[in-house]
């Protein structure tokens, strides 16, 4: 997807790297659960609460820190956008919380 503004490309691009679809309301969580990529998708969470759309949170997840879990489980459990978690690849220890706390919840046919 080409911009006709070279900087607007880079900043999708940014965003991108990060896990975020803005354009489809997405926030893309393959990480291990830990302090750095929780900030991450927490910040997300709260940059899509300014429109009252649904987000889509897409979790691939060997699982990690629960403390960090619970903070964002906290985050998606209190959002005010309606939020479909969708389960793909390995779901494991913290991330099958995770998986359980959206306002609806799915899982592809491999997910293990």
């Known amino acids: 997807m080409k911009h006709k503004e070279n900087g607007e490309f880079k900043y999708i691009e940014v965003l991108m790297e990060y896990g975020l679809d803005v354009k489809n309301r997405a926030i893309y969580f393959n990480e291990e659960v830990d302090q750095d990529t929780v900030k ?15 987000v889509t949170f897409i979790l691939n997840s060997p699982g990690g820190n629960m403390d ?4 964002l489980y906290d985050a998606i459990t209190t959002a005010k956008n309606k ?3 969708v389960g793909t690849g390995c779901i494991a220890s913290a991330a099958v919380l995770l998986l359980c706390c959206g306002d609806t919840r799915y899982v592809t046919e491999n997910t293990w």
């Open 68 to 71: 960090q879990m619970f903070a």
């Open 40 to 54: 991450m998708a927490i910040k997300s969470i709260a940059h899509f609460e300014s429109e009252e759309a649904p």
């Open 83 to 85: 939020i479909t978690v």
